[in-house]
């Protein structure tokens, strides 16, 4: 089954590091996204990783994918303010035509 | 690039009353776009997949004759709510996948701004 699981609020400092946790329970992932979503709007695709890699690292972004655990974490160096918003990560299943499960959501919320 | 556009953002209608969403992918063509659901904090539940030129897929629980769905172009996909009710009320999302990305190896799928659907 599919079934993604995010904690729902996470509260860090401005210029301190956030750490994002999603678990699934499909092991036929490929790819396992992390979007943001800011009040009001849609999703914003923020990176992703093929289900192949351990970590990708994009500028302020790490994900850290651990597969035998089901396991993936989003760290966002030195948090600012405009960082606040919801994550979800997402995964796609092989042969779902790009079909995406997405988590329950973690509101982050950055304070000064 | 890779932008989407949904209208109208906003809409407010009453009981029993049909509305219209449009999903549009304003630089690229999409041979499928994906309708989701949003709740209030909440996650996005997809609803159907919608191909060019074909029967859209409907998910399980999702009646296909309330969620109208039509295709008809590589640039748009509409979303009609028919005969609606206040639980109807929620954030629809489409989504677009681009048929000529060079990164087609992950299948990027883009996000509309949302359409915000209360009935009264």
């Known amino acids: 089954g599919e079934d993604v699981e995010q904690s729902l609020f996470l509260s860090v400092r401005e210029g301190d590091s956030s750490v994002i946790n999603c678990t699934y329970t499909d092991s036929s992932s490929t790819y396992l996204y992390w979007y943001k979503q800011e009040p009001g709007a849609g999703l914003q695709l923020l990176t992703y990783i093929f289900s192949n890699m351990d970590m990708k690292q994009d500028q302020r972004l790490t994900v850290l994918l651990n597969k035998k655990d089901k396991h993936l974490s989003l760290r966002i160096a030195d948090t600012q303010t405009g960082d606040s918003a919801i994550y979800f990560c997402a995964e796609r299943i092989t042969g779902t035509a790009s079909k995406l499960t997405f988590g329950t959501g973690t509101r982050l919320q950055v304070t000064l | 690039g890779a932008v989407v556009s949904q209208h109208p953002s906003r809409v407010i209608c009453k009981s029993g009353t049909s509305v219209k969403i449009e999903c549009r992918s304003l630089?690229?063509?999409?041979?499928?776009m994906f309708w989701y659901r949003q709740f209030p904090k909440q996650s996005l539940m997809l609803m159907a997949t919608s191909n060019e030129g074909s029967k859209a897929t409907y998910e399980q629980g999702v009646e296909k004759d309330k969620f109208l769905i039509n295709h008809a172009s590589l640039t748009l996909s509409t979303l009609t709510v028919t005969s609606a009710h206040p639980e109807d009320s929620s954030f629809y999302i489409c989504?677009?996948?681009?048929?000529?990305?060079?990164?087609?190896?992950?299948?990027?799928?883009?996000f509309g701004p949302g359409t915000r659907l209360t009935v009264l």
């Open positions: 630089d690229f063509q999409a041979t499928t």
């Open positions: 989504s677009a996948r681009d048929l000529g990305s060079t990164s087609g190896a992950n299948n990027e799928q883009f």
